[in-house]
């Protein structure tokens, strides 16, 4: 089976040009982009993305140039690329569920990646998007019981994310075995991929997370390659490679 | 909801006060916080625990704390009598050891090795330093670096208590970051350590366990009280930054129908954003933290920049019981600027001799507005949270002239 992929950027990191660039760059080899929305309280990401995103603050991005910017990535990939937007709960809730749903609807977002709503809190907001056709991910982790695993199998639309240890984004890649087993579980039990993040950041990793994954999301990597040079130009060669490697 | 149920039946058991509250928090967390809330509940029912929390809360932190009859100040501006719950007394110098002494207990039954919390001013920080120097933990405490040049003391009171003060160094180098820094730390290796939060906010079960190990405040004072009065007072008023020292004497009078609660919130310098922190006056219900409470926020739904003269107040978001005490009506939310807040620093010093710290200096300065307006059979007791020795370098330095105080001379 193909493996299911996927990049995360922060939105308009380093700025709008770069990441519309990069975004585009990324998608001729990942199958889905998160693109982050910047909350000023990440809790869940680590400090190269928590930094990028108070960049992306601090320089007076609002969520309206966010929704340009995805408008126009969304004009130039194919039809078969998906996108996610990945923000913080209360980005969603100050907007209303309801009409943030409708704002991804119309934007063309497939679905949210919300970190800080774990799936005991998750049903006020999986009620409203599941009637908007958007797809709400799950998150399992080496101790997601099995019941849980089970339920979110058997609910899970578009991918089911599982964190490949306890940590943040930006954590090294450290692969249990109980995320393995997790993965597994979860992998007989649903019809979507299972994917493996946090911590993958090379060809290596990559490919050690297929061994037990459907797929891989890459996200810190992808900051630091854009931190690296003015042009993207380690971030293209870096999606280069994993093309020749894939 | 029946008043009478209260607060024993608060939160649900996903940690909901009505709305507020919850776990909003990466699923990768939720099995550790889990085992926190089972722990803490299984401690709850356990009778040897409370006895050794209430050993030390005697033998060291010097409880019950007395209550106060401030008849100078009672009598200067002619109402209500006000009296004073002195938790300035307490060793550290505020309330925050009655929770960090619960925590510390609950880590060291849990098997960590290490605590953890961000501090603002340090007062939170040194507390937990003392705890965690006591029952022999290691100790981390992350703060601003902008803090840490500003609060030189207290950093140094951490260190010589033998805890590490590790300095955030990202975005406005204050208390935000530094919560940013904790919970970092804290999720890489959350088997070993306990992130003990510094006051009723957090996921569950923090809102509820900071509350319940403040509560000593309450009880004792409810008792001190009665025994001195012979009644119960007309209100209670305490300051609320995430709402610690409120929660901990209010939840004794909750029941009692016809005492008046009043939080009393910053206002600082203004009503313009960001001139203030008054979180529940003129915030929205929000997602912060890992919690649902009032927040401050920015039109794009970022938490705003907030700022109050007191460190301990400065904060965008308030404890989820204190969002759904403000809903339901119980208690009657208010606020006092800097302005005020100072005036009341200089004018207990010296009509009672007590320096009290700026935040209680606020709940001190509504409870004098509130006195005139009552008769002289009323009382109103007021939690003096913490001392003021902390705040007198800032004090001088930007408002000493103006109250003859010279540094140099």
Redesign the interface.
Known sequence: MKSYNGAYLVADYPDRERFISAALKSLEFFDFLEIGIP??????D??VI??AA?DV?ESGV??NDIMKSIDEIKSKIPADRKLYVMT????I???GIQNFGKIMNDHGISGMII???????SRRFTDIFEQQGLEFI???????KPEQIKQIAQSAKGFIYS?S????TG?SMNLKADIKTAVADAKTQTKVPVVLGFGIRDVESCKNALETADGFIIGTRMIELLNEDADNSSFNKFVEELKAKF | MAIADYPENMPDQKGFFGEYGGSFIPEQLQVIIDEITAAYIEMKQDESFWNELHYLYKHYVGRPSPVFHAKNLSSKYGGAQIYFKREDLNHTGAHKINHCLGEALLAKKMGKKKLIAETGAGQHGVALATAAALTGLECDIYMGEVDIKKESPNVLRMKVLGARVIPATHGRKTLKEAVDAAFEAYVKDPVNQLYAIGSVVGPHPFPMLVRDFQSVVGREARAQILEMTGKLPSSVVACVGGGSNAMGIFSAFIKDKDVELYGVEPAGRGTADGDHAATITYGKPGIIHGFKCYLLQEANGDPMEVYSIASGLDYPGVGPEHSFLKDNGRVNYQSINDKEAVKMFFELSRVEGLIPALESSHAAAYAVKLAEKKSKDDVILVNLSGRGDKDLDFVVENYGKEYGVDKLG
């Open positions: 909350f000023s309280d990440p809790v869940s680590g400090t928590a930094k108070y603050i609002k969520f913080y709960a209360n980005h809730y100050h907007r970190p800080d709503i774990p799936f005991i809190e799950y998150f399992i982790t080496p101790e997601s964190v240890m306890r940590g943040i954590s």
